[in-house]
Structure formats: structure tokens, C-alpha cells
């Protein structure tokens, strides 16, 4: 159990603290922006080098080390993503008139870059786990990506709450394939009762194993899963959940003397399409 709640307080704090910094980082100056990216690059790179390493080292701190790791190759996609450097080769607004099939694909092209993107890192995870004792690097991307991949349906296909106020100004279209209904969906439902799932079974078994590797890494998976609920939740209910985040683009603002304008990434060209539609 001492595993466990360790390990619960270090993934909250670690989702928590890399989230911010993330959003701090991609609303920086337009002249920081591409040394922000540079940076958290150069990151990733130690990030996928010391997923390499603790591979074959089956300990409670290499589990955390490899959980580390994914957290910082995560973070680099997110940036890259909310920089606008890997979206979609679509960005714009979704057509009044587009609905079923048409409106998917229209989505689809908005993203698909970055997608393909997280879908090669995942790949190279798993190239780097096969056979290895110490698979929690790629456990944790996976995990992010399933939980990630299961917000951005239900998004598309309606949720009763949608925080797009953090939705940076030039990445605005992206809204307008969201679409909001009251209640609970049934996909949002099935999201949340498979999500919940994983949670309870990844717990038992990290409260019933063994002490060291195994109830470490079990616990962090445990942990990355529970998180998962709350931002599901998050999705079905009008929670206040975007003040987690938003002291950042305040402190940003404040900084820069922008009481209402946060500065558009430089990648984005200048590019500022808005658009705010509830049902796409």
C-alpha cells in the first residue's frame, strides 16, 4: 500500500506539474517559442535515450524513471501540437453543412499529423520494451495515448462539458468540431466504465504484489488510470476544472502586460481563425 500512494501522490503531481509547464512553455513570446521547442526536444531525445537504459533494470526507481520518461516524450507532442508545428494539413473550421462521415474526416485531417506522430513514438516504445523486464516507459505512453485518443471521440462526439478556453487562439477552429449535449453519452459512458475498469484491476494487483518493481510499476500504471476517470468526469460534469490551468496563462498575461491577449506561437504563421461552434 506505502507503494501505491506513492506512487499516486508522484503521478498527480507529475500530471499536474508537466501540464503547466507545457502550457507555460507554448504561450511564451512569440521570439521564446522555438527555443522552448528546442528545448523540450532535446529533452525527448534524453527522455527516449533513458527509456533505453532502465529497460532491463526491473526497480522501484527505474519504474518511476521510466515513467519520467514517457511523461517528458508526451510532453514534447503536446507542445509541438499546441505550437501548431504537428496538427493536420486541415486547419479550418468545420463546414456548417458537414455531419456524419464527411464531418469525421474533416476532424480527422485536422489532427492526423499529430496522431501519426504519437503513434510512431508509441511503436518506438515498443521497439525499445520487446522482451524487456522494465516496460513502464511504454506502458505510460500507451496509456496516455488510449486515455487521450478516448477524450478527442467523445469531443467529437458530445460532451456536456468543454474546456476550450484554453484552446489557444490560432488552434481556435479545432472547437468547432466539438459538439456539446447535455448529459451523458453513451460513448462517454462506455469510456468511463472501461476507464474505470482498468483503474480497479490495475489497483488490486499493485496492492497485492510484490514490494519493489512490480507494486512500483503497477502503481504508477494504477495511478495514470485514475487520472484518466477524473478527466472523463471532467468531460460529463460542469466542473471547474480549467483553474488547474488557467493561473498560467493569467501569470503569462500579467507578465506580459496582455490583460486579454496571450501571444499567437510563431510556427502559426499569424494565423488567428477562431471559431467557436458548439455542434460542428
Known amino acids: 500500500m506505502g507503494e501505491y500512494a506513492?506512487?499516486?501522490?508522484?503521478?498527480?503531481?507529475?500530471?499536474?506539474?508537466?501540464?503547466?509547464?507545457?502550457?507555460?512553455?507554448?504561450?511564451?513570446a512569440r521570439s521564446a517559442q522555438r527555443l522552448s521547442l528546442g528545448t523540450v526536444g532535446v529533452l525527448a531525445v534524453g527522455a527516449a535515450a533513458l527509456a533505453f537504459f532502465v529497460r532491463f533494470s526491473p526497480t522501484a526507481g527505474a519504474a518511476y524513471l521510466g515513467f519520467?520518461?514517457?511523461?517528458?516524450?508526451?510532453?514534447?507532442?503536446?507542445l509541438a501540437f499546441l505550437l501548431g508545428v504537428v496538427t493536420g494539413p486541415r486547419?479550418?473550421?468545420?463546414?456548417?453543412?458537414?455531419?456524419?462521415?464527411?464531418?469525421?474526416?474533416?476532424?480527422?485531417?485536422?489532427?492526423?499529423?499529430?496522431?501519426?506522430?504519437?503513434?510512431?513514438?508509441?511503436?518506438?516504445?515498443?521497439?525499445?520494451s520487446w522482451g524487456a523486464p522494465n516496460a513502464v516507459a511504454f506502458w505510460t505512453f500507451a496509456g496516455?495515448?488510449?486515455?487521450?485518443?478516448?477524450?478527442?471521440?467523445?469531443?467529437?462526439?458530445?460532451?456536456?462539458?468543454v474546456s476550450?478556453?484554453?484552446?489557444?487562439?490560432?488552434?481556435?477552429?479545432?472547437?468547432?468540431?466539438?459538439?456539446r449535449r447535455p448529459g451523458v453519452s453513451p460513448w462517454l459512458l462506455l469510456a468511463l466504465l472501461a476507464t474505470v475498469a482498468v483503474s480497479v484491476v490495475l489497483t488490486v494487483a499493485a496492492t497485492g504484489a510484490e514490494p519493489g518493481y512490480p507494486a512500483t510499476a503497477l502503481s504508477l500504471l494504477a495511478a495514470l488510470a485514475l487520472l484518466g476517470v477524473l478527466e472523463h468526469l471532467f468531460l460529463a460534469f460542469p466542473m471547474q476544472d480549467a483553474r488547474l490551468w488557467r493561473w498560467v496563462l493569467e501569470g503569462i498575461s500579467a507578465r506580459q502586460g496582455r490583460a486579454h491577449e496571450l501571444p499567437v506561437p510563431a510556427f502559426a504563421g499569424g494565423d488567428d481563425r477562431t471559431n467557436g461552434g458548439d455542434d460542428g
Not at 8 to 26: K, N
Not at 171 to 176: A, C, D, G, I, P
Open 144 to 161: 496516455l495515448w488510449a486515455l487521450r485518443l478516448s477524450a478527442k471521440l467523445n469531443l467529437f462526439f458530445g460532451v456536456a462539458h
Open 6 to 28: 506513492l506512487a499516486l501522490g508522484f503521478v498527480i503531481l507529475a500530471w499536474w506539474a508537466s501540464t503547466a509547464a507545457v502550457m507555460w512553455l507554448a504561450w511564451q
Open 164 to 179: 476550450d478556453e484554453l484552446v489557444p487562439p490560432h488552434l481556435r477552429y479545432l472547437t468547432s468540431y466539438f459538439r
Open 91 to 128: 486547419r479550418e473550421p468545420c463546414p456548417p453543412d458537414a455531419v456524419g462521415g464527411r464531418r469525421f474526416r474533416l476532424a480527422t485531417a485536422t489532427v492526423i499529423h499529430h496522431e501519426l506522430a504519437l503513434a510512431a513514438t508509441l511503436v518506438l516504445l515498443a521497439a525499445l
Open 68 to 78: 519520467a520518461a514517457a511523461l517528458v516524450l508526451w510532453g514534447w507532442h503536446e
